[in-house]
């Protein structure tokens, strides 16, 4: 995710069990040749491994000299072949390139052939099985050493409009011999499972819902408050201010941009904002930040919920994030 996915929300989801995780997509042409862009958009530390280190790109050779730099830091040099997004149109990456397979190839073997940690490949779905089959084979053969399937075309941006076909990643898992991680419909520890079973996949990624609820794979869900709250075990309840503070913290000891602290703090709290837009309003008036009026924003937040009757927070749904019991 790009600005979203950055070292303190990395190691925010991996406290509440994230196994692996991705940089944000880094531009290979850009990251080659300007040292100020790597040194802001990449960063990292001993304990954020597993890791893998995701670009975009076109150019083998381009690709290849930014992989180059990051090889001694990472398990994994990841090629991002599914962003859908206008940009990526525009600069002929991503899902983009899956009108021009040889591209795609010469990217896999280039980096197969001369890095020292593996390849892997995240992947949109033709709207034809056979095509997405035949393309998943491709890139085993060219080198990928692991496969991630997004189970929505190019076209399907809208994840909430489109649902993720699950059994196209079931046929490409039998297809290929690699590891197969798959994307989409995860959004609590049930579906993990049961997309586990599905699919018979390696693993799961989510990325969308975890700006939500980074403790995910924790087993922690987001639920409405209701009555009878109040009796649930407090060791079966986490705060999403509570998970903001652990990620302001995480950003004071690991320093990333402003821009993307404030957009964690939208997604974090974003149906606390709905019920007080007022306070929105203030972060959004806020041109410069500082980490004290963040804590004393969240302060006041929790001290306005606290004034609100127990039986009438089913309106606050999803400011607290219970366990699903897994």
Sequence with gaps: MVDNS????????????????????????????NEKYRSVEFTTCKEDRPLFV??????????????????????????????????????????????????????????????????????????????????????????????????????????????????????????????????????????????????GADGVLSAETLLENPALFAGFRTAEWREGDGEMSQDCRLDQAELLVE???????????????????HKLLGDWFRIHPEIREDLNAQWKLTFEWLYGMVDRLREKCERIPLYERTSCSRIVIESSGN
């Design 247 to 265: 990620y302001l913290k995480l950003c004071e000891r690991y320093p990333v941009p402003w821009r993307i602290i404030r957009s964690h703090v």
């Design 54 to 199: 995701q670009f975009c790109a076109n150019d083998p050779d381009v690709l290849l000299d930014a992989a180059r730099l990051v090889e001694p830091y990472c398990d994994y040099v990841d090629i991002n072949l599914g962003c859908p997004q206008r940009i990526a149109r525009r600069g002929n990456y991503g899902a983009f390139l899956m009108d021009n397979l040889p591209v795609i190839r010469s990217l896999v073997q280039n980096l197969a052939v001369n890095l020292h940690v593996p390849v892997s490949c995240k992947i949109r779905i033709f709207p034809r099985l056979q095509d997405t089959i035949a393309y998943a084979k491709m890139l085993e053969e060219a080198g990928c050493s692991l496969l991630a399937v997004h189970g929505r075309t190019r076209d399907e941006k809208d994840g909430k409009k489109y649902r993720a076909d699950w059994e196209v990643i079931k046929a490409v898992k039998q297809a290929v011999r690699i590891p197969v991680l798959a994307n989409g419909n995860i959004r609590h520890m049930d579906d993990v499972q049961s997309c586990l079973d599905h699919t």
């Design 6 to 33: 950055e070292l303190p929300f990395r190691m925010l989801c991996r406290k509440y069990g994230a196994a692996a995780a991705y940089t944000p997509m880094l531009h290979s042409r850009i990251f080659s040749e």
